[in-house]
């Protein structure tokens, strides 16, 4: 079976795709995968087979519209802004996703290269398969990911209700690209007004849900079809070897605290240097500083504080006492599998809905929205995480469960039984 996996979005978005592709790779199964002209090192060094998709989602993320937009954390202007952007580029997205799928069996995406994915698969007749790597399908068990958690009180039918709400509203943003893109590119006629859920292409396949059910429970309401396979880690960097002002800051001293933000940038990086150093001077924490995406900037910074660009998480998070990050999906899921209590801070989109659940599940403090974060409620955070026994516990035994876990196998396993 030869397959084409879109993969849109941060470097935490796309890196779960990788590890699913060289799962199926190893299965013996032909994987090409589409995605950004930015991860070309990442999908070769994995030894997958690449195809460009224009656009430099970096640059996106770091333009002072962006970052304007991320601090104030409106999820619906956001929504807006990347649909005007996805208008602009659908055209290209629909010509490089027809020439990476020229001889494809299947082709399958996340929630970012759905629509696409779709219309290709429209296209080509062939089956499309959605592996979200959050909840996507509608439930009555929780309220959907751009949901306050809180409106779970009003029960399953209004939980139910939500989810199909997210779905519109991501939807209706990016219709008319993908309208423009049926029609100029593909040939297609428009998807329906509601979206293209009922596609043909969706018939009989699998719904593969990349998230550990230790974290979120499969939902009993869920089709057999859809399943919550596990998280889809890339392991290949476990052996990774720390530049030496990081190793003997870790051997200097007790395990320190990793924050970063990832892709989520900051109109005034100084500014939030400055709130996390004098934040960990008030909890008496060292920190490991991951300034990421322009989260953060170079700054007179005491002895108990280092600042490097990134570092493998899977490496680092279990070196730490204890983790502060925006809640992206592959930085919660590697966070929660390091066994060490978390912290989100979350700018917009469904880093709520997992900063809640952290906090739900017992391993985290509550979340702290982007815009209320401030010295005190931040120190106060990081010192729970640093001495409260029954959380650094339950952290514990809830990144014990993620690691016996093997979501890519599973996975693999699923996608394969509904081919037979």
Known sequence: MRLTIIASGSRGDVQPYVALGK?????????RLL?????????????????????DVQAVAQSAEMQALLEKGNFLAITAHTAKLAKEAALHWAEDGLASC?????????????????????????????????????????????????????????????????????????????????????????????GPYRSPSLVGQPVLCGVSPSVIPQPADWGENVHMTGYWFLDAEDD??????????????????????????????AE??????AALAQAGQRAVLLSGWQGMATTDLPDSILMIESAPHAWLFPRTAATVHHGGAGTTAAALRAGKPSLVIPFFGD?????????????????????????????????????????????????????????????????CESRL
Not at 137 to 155: D, E, I
Not at 161 to 175: E, K
Not at 272 to 277: A, E, G, I, Q
């Open 23 to 31: 799962g199926l790779q190893q299965a013996g199964h032909g994987v």
């Open 272 to 277: 939030m240097t400055r709130l996390l150093v």
């Open 102 to 194: 020229q001889g494809t069996d299947l082709i399958l995406a996340g929630i970012g290269g759905m629509n696409t994915g779709i219309a290709l698969a429209e296209k080509l007749g062939i089956p499309f398969v959605q592996a979200p790597v959050v909840p996507f399908t509608p439930t009555a068990a929780f309220p959907g990911a751009l949901f306050p958690q809180a409106v779970g009180r009003l029960g399953g039918t209004v939980n139910r209700f939500s989810h199909h709400l997210v779905r519109q509203v991501m939807w209706q943003g990016f219709r008319g690209a993908d309208s423009a893109a049926r029609q100029q590119v593909l040939g297609l006629p428009p998807a329906p007004f509601f």
């Open 240 to 269: 990774w070897t720390p530049p030496p002002a990081l190793a003997d800051f870790l051997a200097a001293g007790p395990p320190p605290v990793a924050i970063g933000f990832g892709s989520m940038s900051n109109r005034n990086p």
């Open 351 to 415: 880093q709520p809905f997992w900063g809640q659940r952290i906090a739900d599940l017992g391993v985290g403090p509550a979340p702290i929205p982007r815009k209320r974060l401030a010295v005190d409620n931040l120190a106060q955070a990081i010192q729970q995480m640093a001495t409260d026994g029954a959380m650094r516990r339950k952290a514990d035994v809830l990144g014990a469960k993620i690691r016996a876990e093997d979501g890519v196998a599973r996975a693999v396993e699923l996608l």
């Open 35 to 55: 995605t950004h002209e930015n991860y070309a090192t990442l999908v070769a060094a994995h030894e997958l087979e690449f195809w460009p998709m224009r656009g």
